[in-house]
C-alpha cells in the first residue's frame, strides 16, 4: 500500500498524525525528568504536525473518519494531556501545602475532561475533509497555548499565586466548550 492511499491505515497524512502523538508522549516524559524546556520543544513540534497532517490530508485526499480520530486522540495528548503536566509539574515547585495540590489536581482533571469532551464533540460534528470557517469554542491547540502562557507568566513570576493560575485555568477549560467563535486558519 502506499503512503498516499486512503485505505492505507499508515498513509502519510495520518504517519504525521503519529508523529504528533509520539512528540506528547516524549514530552510527558520529559515534564516527569524535570526538563520543560525539552517538553516545550516536542510540543510546538507536535503543533506544527497538527497543522501539517490536516493539510497533507486535503491536499492528497486522505481525509477519512479513521484520520478524524487519530487526529483528536493526538490533539487529546499533546495538547490536552500534555499541557496539563506540563503546568501542574511546574506549580509543584510553588506549592507549599497539600490543600494547594489537591486543588490544583482537580482543576487540571477538570480541564482534561473538558478537553476531551470538546474532541469528541467535534468529532461528532466533523465532516470527512471538510473545514469550517468557525470553531465553536476554543480548539484544544489554543487552549494548550493559553496553558503554555500561564506556565511562562508562572515561571518567571509574573503570576506567582497559585490559585490565579488555577482560575486561569477554570477559564481556559470553561472556554473550550463555549460558544465562542474562533476563526478556522
Known amino acids: 500500500m502506499s503512503l498516499l492511499d486512503k485505505d492505507n491505515r499508515f498513509n502519510l497524512a495520518n504517519l504525521i498524525t503519529f508523529g504528533n502523538i509520539a512528540c506528547g508522549v516524549i514530552a510527558i516524559y520529559f515534564i516527569v525528568k524535570g526538563d520543560f524546556l525539552t517538553a516545550i520543544v516536542l510540543a510546538w513540534i507536535a503543533g506544527g504536525l497538527d497543522i501539517a497532517d490536516g493539510k497533507v490530508a486535503r491536499r492528497f485526499h486522505l481525509s477519512t473518519d479513521f484520520g478524524i480520530q487519530l487526529d483528536s486522540f493526538a490533539d487529546f495528548l499533546s495538547f490536552v494531556v500534555m499541557p496539563s503536566f506540563l503546568l501542574f509539574y511546574?506549580?509543584?515547585?510553588?506549592?507549599?501545602?497539600?490543600?494547594?495540590?489537591?486543588?490544583?489536581?482537580?482543576?487540571?482533571?477538570?480541564?482534561?475532561?473538558?478537553?476531551?469532551?470538546?474532541?469528541?464533540?467535534?468529532?461528532?460534528k466533523a465532516?470527512?475533509?471538510?473545514?469550517?470557517?468557525?470553531?465553536?469554542g476554543v480548539p484544544t491547540p489554543l487552549g494548550a497555548i493559553f496553558l503554555w502562557v500561564l506556565y511562562l507568566l508562572y515561571s518567571y513570576e509574573v503570576i506567582e499565586n497559585i490559585y490565579i493560575i488555577t482560575v486561569c485555568v477554570i477559564m481556559i477549560a470553561w472556554s473550550l466548550n463555549s460558544k465562542l467563535k474562533i476563526p478556522h486558519p
Open 127 to 136: 465532516d470527512v475533509g471538510g473545514v469550517t470557517k468557525f470553531f465553536e
Open 90 to 124: 511546574a506549580l509543584q515547585k510553588g506549592m507549599t501545602n497539600g490543600m494547594q495540590e489537591i486543588v490544583a489536581g482537580v482543576v487540571f482533571v477538570f480541564y482534561i475532561i473538558s478537553g476531551l469532551r470538546r474532541l469528541v464533540e467535534f468529532n461528532l
